[in-house]
């Protein structure tokens, strides 16, 4: 059963925590994708991975960081210098037998107090 | 970059109406264009999608047409159900490195 798992689907923690959000696909696709989604904003992209062991920042980096040490994983830290964390972030991936099309995960909704 | 433009934010119709969403895009370089679709708590996921080269693609109750002079595009859903109660998401980009720019929604309620 192909396809992107995140979790947890719910996660809390207490400000000045870091928080590492789990990221896992297998479809073998190469590029994999972090957006933070807020009421009203639509999907706004952290960071973008489009071969293992490469990142690249996106629009709203600061504050979070990734590794891709694994073709299949995709961890995205939410750092204690992100300065508003609450939100709910979706990892996606694309291949090259996609045409370009993104595979979403579930998501996992933080909520930092 | 691109810059996506989606209106309405909201969409209210009634059962068996059509419902239409529309999105501009900036970028001219840009040559797929997808619709997502996301209930509530969940990921998107993709409904249909276009590329430069057409002009409109079809699948059952849900169309997409696609302007590239005046760089537009619009969602057209046919004969409403209220399962299509949801948020839709236009995005546009360009092949080879694709990373797509996403509207910011459209929040579609199909009242019985």
């Known amino acids: 059963d192909g396809g992107i798992t995140q979790s947890p689907k719910y996660l809390f923690r207490k400000e000045g925590q870091n928080v590492t959000l789990s990221c896992e696909q297998n479809l073998n696709h190469d590029a994999m994708y972090w957006y933070r989604q807020d009421p009203g904003q639509g999907l706004r992209l952290i960071y973008y991975s489009q071969i293992v062991n490469d990142f690249q920042k996106g629009d709203i980096a600061e504050g979070y960081s990734v590794s891709r040490e694994k073709k299949e994983s995709f961890p995205l830290t939410v750092t204690s210098a992100q300065k508003n964390p609450t939100a709910f972030y979706l990892c996606?991936?694309?291949?090259?037998?996609?045409?370009?099309?993104?595979?979403f995960g579930p998501g996992t909704r933080l909520t930092v107090t | 970059g691109e810059n996506v433009e989606q209106h309405p934010s909201t969409l209210s119709v009634q059962e068996g109406d059509s419902a239409v969403i529309k999105c501009t895009y900036s970028d001219s370089a840009s040559n797929y264009f997808p619709w997502y679709k996301q209930e509530l708590g969940k990921g998107p996921q993709l409904i249909i999608d276009?590329?430069?080269?057409?002009g409109e693609k079809k699948d059952q109750r849900i169309a997409v047409t696609l302007n590239k002079t005046a760089k537009h595009f619009s969602l057209h859903i046919t004969e409403t159900q209220p399962e299509d109660s949801a948020v839709y998401f236009c995005?546009?980009?360009?092949?080879?490195?694709?990373?797509?720019?996403f509207g910011r929604g459209t929040s579609l309620i199909v009242h019985p």
């Open positions: 276009i590329r430069s080269n057409v």
């Open positions: 996606a991936s694309s291949g090259p037998g996609s045409l370009n099309e993104q595979y």
């Open positions: 995005a546009a980009g360009s092949g080879g490195s694709y990373i797509p720019t």
